[in-house]
């Protein structure tokens, strides 16, 4: 069934896409803590198509979330500060927007005939099909919500992939019967700034922020000069300098021999052989 809902400004649509990409990524980020911080090229999620060939048991990381669980020496903290950073921001947005925009749960009150008063109540409280309507967002019981005190966490146990979609449906002003109010624009506006600048930092920590590098190693095949490339959101690719005379066995795009997706692979590999036969040549 489709309602005619008020035209989404622009601001709405741009938050919610924002917020998508960063729980799209979002297990990218998890997987990049528990690796070594890797050089700047070829883009980590290269690194860890290579990585994960030679580490087949790589620890698996649960959905708790950060705030929540302790970190065994996390091998990139800077992966961790941003996930963190991130994480924090939304379950915060999430508190605040539940507080100005979620209708309280709903009391019920049972009452009982009595023969000489009438109709008495017996006992009275919340509703819990309305407390514990899915779609309700809750806030966490305790301030500073540490490792240990999960059972106090409201909705944020359920991670930031929940938070992130729960914004979603708010910055959309999705309709959830009378649960929610319409977000008010100066709250949307907040939330936009939110939403952007955890995209930001969730890129800038994957090295996905729509950056052009030189690479200091020269192209494996042909000795040119290498520039990688990242689009935000998009695929990271590297293209060599010299053009249609070098022999990497990659296709050419507007005349120079360009990697993507997985041929990065082969890239990086050759790029490593050549280091090594370079460590080498120089003697230890
Ligand atoms: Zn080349």
């Known amino acids: 069934m489709t309602t005619t809902a008020p035209a989404l400004t622009a601001t709405a649509r741009q938050t919610a896409a924002d917020l998508a990409a960063v729980r799209e990524q979002w297990g990218d980020l998890l997987a990049a803590i528990a690796r070594p911080p890797a050089p700047e090229w070829p883009p980590r999620r290269t690194q860890d198509r290579v990585q994960d060939e030679a580490l ?10 950060l705030t929540l669980r302790e970190h065994p020496a996390p091998l990139n903290l800077d992966a961790l500060d941003a996930a963190c950073q991130v994480e924090r921001a939304l379950f915060e947005s999430c508190d605040a927007l539940a507080a100005r925009v979620q209708r309280p749960p709903r009391r019920l009150e049972v009452r009982r005939e009595d023969p000489f008063r009438g109709s008495v109540p017996m006992w009275s409280g919340v509703d819990p099909a309305d407390y514990n309507d899915p779609a309700r967002w809750h806030l966490p019981t305790v301030r500073d919500i540490g490792p240990g005190n999960a059972a106090h966490a409201g909705s944020r146990a359920h991670g930031l992939h929940w938070a992130a979609v729960w914004l979603e449906g708010r910055a959309l002003d999705e309709p959830a019967g ?15 700034g939110v939403a952007a600048h955890a995209r930001r930092t969730v890129e800038r920590a994957l090295q996905r ?3 052009t590098v030189t690479i200091d190693t020269p192209c494996p095949w042909c000795a040119g000069r290498l520039t990688g490339r990242t689009m935000a959101g998009g695929e990271p690719s590297v293209s060599c300098a010299t053009g249609e005379g070098c022999a990497a066995p990659v296709l050419l795009d507007r005349g120079r021999r360009t990697w993507t997706g997985a041929e990065l692979v082969g890239l990086y590999v050759a790029m490593q052989a050549a280091k090594e036969r370079d460590r080498g040549r120089t003697g230890a």
């Not at 087949?56 to 979330?65: S, V, W």
């Not at 009378?178 to 936009?192: E, G, I, S």
């Open 56 to 65: 087949p048991d790589a620890p698996a990381i649960g959905r708790l979330p």
């Open 178 to 192: 009378d649960l929610f109010a319409p977000t008010p624009p100066a709250l949307l506006d907040a939330l936009a």
């Open 209 to 211: 922020d729509g950056r």
